[in-house]
């Protein structure tokens, strides 16, 4: 498939990531300890944290992979999306409300806090790096293929663009430049999504007479799959 570029497309996209790259900036600015690097100090609003979860969660994977998954397997693909919201509540109740409790704010500070053993630290940290390499490979996978479209490069181009926008983005500022990113993200994702349900839903689910007299008249399909 040729993919051609759009000059809004572009001028969009600049906008986005300046404005982002520049927040991140600003906000690394202000980050004057290893705590607020890490972790933000702790001082995000809770509004602010919600919608980034959200945003967090409303990610390249979860949008094309649930609906890759939906278009090969039906409603057993839809499974996987009910899977992960439950894990992200188990995580909620089993993890968040036990670090508040500590006055903590990463798992391996709540372990280190509790056990005294740079082991366990080490440990979490590592599995931690596993797991955001493997979260890592969809993340990149997404981006290559939106980016080809959007902008009309190559796809290893977008991986590595979108790459190095995001460790930009982490390096400057660490945690809080990362929260408000996925809360700009989570909020726009939000906001568009009501959009284009509100359009559907203007423009209906049923299709015109001209639409049905159009596909009564094309060829004939073999409905028994």
Known sequence: MIYT?????????????LGTVALSFYLGSKAKSSAGYFAAGGEIPWFVNGIAFAGDYLSAASFLGICGMIAFY???GFLYSIGYLAGWLVALLVIAEPLKRLGKYTFADALASKFQSSGIRSAAGL????VS???LIPQMVGAGALVKPLLGLQYWQGVVLVGSIVVVIVVTAGMVSTTYVQFLKGGLLVLF????TVMVLNRGLTRSEGEARTSSDGPATDHRR
């Open 5 to 17: 570029s759009s000059s809004l497309a572009i001028i969009v996209f600049l906008v986005m990531v």
């Open 74 to 76: 039906g409603f057993d």
């Open 127 to 130: 599995s931690t790096l596993v």
């Open 133 to 135: 390499l493997v979260y």
């Open 193 to 196: 999504s009501l959009v284009l």
